[in-house]
């Protein structure tokens, strides 16, 4: 039994060394295993040099209990004791690695293989893990073999003998000859197959870019060919397939000894496994053909491999099998490998498939993610791939698998500031170590930071960090993390700008040349143009250039991000050369989070914003965080925009001035409403969610409705205010119809208006109609004098009598020709009137007269509602333009705006009368209030609702991107793109769009022929 005072002194002894539990040790040392060097200080300070003390005792108390005889357990401990290297190398595996312990207890001559410690030794190759897995005659023995090869890479990775980069080598190496000998226990299963065929095995991913994890998929291309086949690659036709018999036979053989060849490494024996093999890189994936000749290989990436697939290649290798062909198929798809960054939205589709993936990682596993997250390796690798595929066709320096090996070359040939090369190194290796001690302990494959404190505990002195080893490692994690985070501009849009800048004519940087090719691979169309823009936005020592060489970087992605990066450049210059010498400008996007990203997305998503943006160009400042008295992109309400107008207007020398002031704040307004339509449009993957594009059809639609009325009242008031002072001889009101009065205005819509007064009393009835008559037409004037704004056109035709009608009525004269001459279509179109402007009371017995009209008692006769159908289908036959494709038509067209609100009104006009909620002149308020009102089912609502907001989304997408109005999708590239980056549909996905939109509106159209024509 241990005397009291040595247990307290051993106690105490062990916690110095590093151990968590020191009466676990103190028994495991009290052992008779090792009775014999218990008391050695040798031990306990190798054991104290291990990543978890106590796992290391245990494991090693472990191996000695295995030991088949007390010979073989004295031979272990002298050994241990006398050989520092093994004693280093045998405790480190052990306080590392559970998994590896495990084996040792169950193989327990195994620690004889870290006895060797020769040159040989230190950095082994696949011949010399091929002879260590010589002796394996069927998978079990196998995974032995491999696991004793394993052992010697843990012992040299946790002793330090090798870095990363190497034990990631030796791994991808002992991976190549695993794969060797598991083709040849296929082979000897089946020698008849054998015979037939020449397969070649192509490691892809980390084992093809000698840098496997320890525990990974190592993903694999089979090429099989007829035993007796050069491997031509013109032996198939375009599809792959082929007539030979002998080809047929001899893939069929082929796929067998590759399946084989995966069951052996992939199952699940005794002794575990030893890692899946997977081929789902393949042409066509799991849906593909396992074995494909190398002319079926070529055909499928001529033809239909996507821009990820030629990303992959960059890592293929032969590595098994047949490897002189595995050189034909390396040396066979080379070239298409460095042609694809020539290919259309190539940026863009690399970007999308790393989104995605992050996307796709769980919310509660992000912040732990190593690999995917954020911040995380994939982030490395990935913008080195993007920067091999675009300069890697002109410089074949660039063209290794090897993530490190890349970077490295990137930076000596000027594509990366070499700071940048060197910060990204230590991050990918920081990382890669962590990946590493993670799966190493238990042997799974798992990138995600354990969140026990033990587990961090053990990494962090597996990585040298020993004085609180949890903090040291969360602080160190973090760091490199943010390197990494900002990767894409450090790799990608910095070399641009040093191209440019010239502030350091030391330092190798991109050649013209070179920053061209990048920009164009951006998707920049005059990449001459960009770089002078570049060139006089970030060149020069004034702080204003400083200040923009930060911004760029991050911006240059943003514009990248969009349908058309060369106006974004282009408009933030002409930004910055208005505003540059603004204090508050630069500081804005600097310090602002939301200001600089939104403003990239405003100047390159279409003519509308920047337009409005350049002719004020202080309208930056709505762009930022705003600060609650009207600054950032919240619409303002319409009271608040009637104050400012009117008050303006009282100040004003005239109503020439005024109206000027009113256009003024029109525009200001207009550019916060399409900012804030454009910002919450972008950044999405995937279109947004139906109640999202409903939100922003309502936020846009009454955000210029209440501009327009106001815009109106102010323009009202300066006339009056001109002609007459502070009273107008007779009462005035403005009653909005159509889209206006129903609080869906677009950028580009007309503001359909009546007009209706009512002589003051004691003013004679001709002199208020001369004086309502000054005011309709000066309004008009004021409203139409030539002007760089967006024209705000006032349409009456919608009155009584139309175009051949008086302009302004009084309220008694509306009540007479209501009476007598009414017709149903008029009865229909004020189903949208809603007073606007001018005289509030005026405007209330207005619509207390069209009430009985718009919601007529008991609803619509039969004939009226046949006379409605015979001129909505006079209106599809005669109305829809010359040569328009009624199948994408948004107003006219099949299920676009006019049979929705056809439809609706129809209904409001059949049950208003009984049914209160369908009185209101917002359509899909209307809508919903049927729905409730069960007149239309909860799934045709749903239809007419969608097709509605979507053909109003394209409307709006229209104007923002072209600048001027449109019913149809535009017919150039550039601009449909444009329309569908604003519909949430990226690169490459035009057709989508146009699938969609047509599904949508047919799916309306059925609805609305059931419901408003009775089909």
């Not at 247990?7 to 090792?34: Q, V, Y």
């Not at 207890?105 to 004889?112: I, S, V, Y």
């Not at 998978?139 to 090798?162: E, H, M, N």
């Amino acid at each position: 039994m241990t005397a009291p005072g040595r247990r307290s002194s051993t106690f105490s002894r062990l916690l110095r060394h590093g151990f968590t539990d020191p009466s676990a040790a103190e028994r495991l040392l009290e052992s008779t295993e090792l009775t014999a060097i218990r008391d050695d200080p040798v031990l306990l300070d190798a054991l104290g040099a291990t990543a978890d003390p106590d796992l290391a005792l245990l494991g090693f108390v472990r191996l000695l209990e295995a030991q088949p005889d007390g010979t073989a357990q004295r031979e272990l401990l002298d050994t241990v004791i006398a050989a520092k290297p093994l004693r280093d190398r045998l405790l480190g595996v052990l306080g590392a690695s559970a998994a590896l312990g495990d084996h040792l207890a169950r193989h327990p001559h195994d620690w004889q293989a870290l006895v060797t410690y020769e040159p040989e030794d230190l950095h082994p190759g696949v011949e010399q893990f091929e002879r260590g897995l010589a002796e394996a005659t069927d998978p079990v023995s196998l995974r032995v073999a491999y696991r004793r090869c394993l052992l010697s890479i843990a012992a040299r990775d946790v002793c330090g003998t090798t870095d990363v980069a190497q034990t990631a080598a030796e791994l991808a190496d002992l991976a190549t000859a695993t794969l060797r000998a598991a083709l040849a226990l296929a082979r000897a299963a089946a020698p008849e197959d054998a015979a037939l065929c020449r397969l070649a095995v192509i490691a892809m991913g980390k084992c093809g870019g000698h840098e496997l994890n320890y525990v990974s998929d190592v993903d694999v291309i089979f090429v099989g060919e007829a035993a007796d086949s050069t491997g031509s690659t013109g032996s198939t036709g375009s599809t792959g397939s082929t007539d030979s018999a002998d080809e047929q036979k001899a893939l069929q053989a082929a796929t067998r000894l590759a399946s084989h060849l995966m069951r052996i490494c992939s199952e699940s024996t005794v002794e575990g496994t030893i890692w899946p093999v997977d081929a789902n890189l393949r042409p066509e994936g799991r849906n593909g053909p396992l074995v494909r000749t190398l002319s079926s290989h070529l055909a499928y990436y001529q033809r239909w491999a996507k821009t990820w697939e030629f990303q992959a290649l960059l890592k293929a290798r032969p590595v098994a099998g047949d490897i002189e062909l595995g050189e034909e198929y390396i040396a066979a798809l080379d070239p298409l490998v460095w042609q694809a960054a020539e290919r259309e939205n190539f940026i863009a589709d690399v970007q999308k498939m790393r989104r995605r993936v992050v996307e796709n990682i769980p919310a509660a596993e992000i912040e732990r993610e190593l690999k995917l997250g954020p911040g995380g390796l994939r982030d490395v690798e990935f913008a080195v791939q993007l920067l091999q595929l675009v300069h890697g066709r002109g410089d074949t320096s660039l063209r290794s698998g090897t993530t490190l090996d890349a970077l490295r070359a990137l930076a000596a040939g000027g594509y990366v500031g070499r700071a940048d090369a060197v910060q990204l190194d230590e991050a990918y290796r920081f990382l890669r170590s962590m990946e590493h001690r993670i799966q190493l302990f238990r042997l799974r494959r798992t990138h995600l930071v354990p969140a026990a404190e033990d587990d961090q505990r053990r990494i962090g002195r597996s990585l040298g960090l020993r004085t609180d080893p949890v903090a040291e490692l969360n602080r160190e994690w973090k760091r490199h993390a943010a390197v990494v985070r900002r990767l894409h501009e450090k790799l990608f849009y910095r070399p641009l700008l040093d191209a440019v800048a010239q502030l350091a004519p030391g330092e190798t940087r991109l050649s013209a040349d070179a920053a061209r090719e990048r920009l164009v691979a951006l998707g920049y169309a005059d990449p001459a143009s960009a770089l002078r823009h570049l060139e006089a936005l970030a060149s020069g020592v004034t702080r204003k250039a400083a200040i923009q060489r930060t911004l760029l970087p991050v911006l240059l992605g943003w514009f990248a991000d969009s349908a058309d990066p060369d106006a974004g450049l282009l408009g933030f210059r002409k930004v910055s050369d208005a505003l540059g010498k603004t204090p508050w400008y630069l500081r804005l996007l600097r310090d602002e989070g939301a200001a600089a990203e939104n403003l990239a997305r405003v100047l390159s998503a279409g003519r509308l914003a920047p337009d409005l943006l350049l002719r004020a160009p202080e309208a930056v400042a709505l762009l930022g965080d705003g600060d609650g008295r009207g600054g950032g992109l919240e619409p303002r309400e319409r009271e608040h925009l009637e104050q400012e107008i009117l008050a303006a207007v009282g100040r004003s020398e005239n109503d020439e001035q005024a109206v000027t002031f009113a256009r003024g704040v029109r525009r200001r307004e207009l550019f916060r409403t399409a900012a804030a339509d454009i910002v919450a449009s972008y950044g999405t993957e995937e279109a947004p969610a139906a109640a999202d594009q409903g939100a922003l059809v309502e936020l846009v639609g009454g955000a210029v409705s209440d501009l327009t009325a106001a815009t109106l009242a102010g323009t009202l008031r300066a006339v009056v205010r001109g002609k007459w002072g502070d009273t107008l001889p007779t009462r005035f009101a403005i009653i909005g119809m159509g889209r206006f009065g129903g609080h869906e205005l677009g950028y580009g819509s007309d503001a359909d208006v009546l007009f209706v007064h009512e002589p003051r009393d004691g003013v004679d009835e001709q002199e208020a109609a001369r004086a309502a008559g000054t005011v309709v037409a000066e309004m008009r004037r004021l409203l139409q004098i030539p002007s760089t704004d967006p024209p705000l056109l006032i349409d009456a035709d919608l009155r009584p009598e139309g175009k051949s009608g008086p302009l302004v009525r009084t309220l008694t004269s509306y009540a007479a020709y209501y009476r007598r001459w009414s017709l149903v279509w008029e009865s229909q179109a004020l189903l949208r009137a809603e007073p606007v402007a001018g005289d509030e009371d005026l405007g209330r017995r207005f619509i207390e007269l069209v009430d009985p009209l718009r919601y007529p008692a008991e609803g619509l006769g039969d004939d009226a509602v046949r006379e409605i159908r015979r001129l909505k289908a006079r209106m599809e036959s005669e109305r829809l333009p010359r040569g328009a494709d009624p199948t994408l038509h948004t107003k006219l067209g099949r299920g676009g705006l006019s049979d929705v609100e056809w439809t609706v009104q129809l209904l409001q006009l059949r049950h208003g009368w009984a049914e209160p909620g369908l009185r209101t002149t917002r359509t899909r308020r209307a809508l919903a209030a049927a729905c409730a009102a069960e007149l239309i089912s909860g799934e045709d609502a749903a239809t007419l609702d969608e097709a509605w907001v979507l053909a109003t989304r394209v409307r709006n997408a229209v104007m923002l991107v072209r600048g001027r109005a449109g019913d149809m999708f535009p017919s150039g590239g550039r601009e449909l793109a444009a329309v569908g980056r604003y519909l949430g549909y990226g690169p490459g996905h035009v057709g989508d769009m146009l699938d969609d939109y047509r599904r949508t509106t047919r799916r309306a159209r059925s609805v609305m022929e059931e419901l408003f024509y009775g089909a």
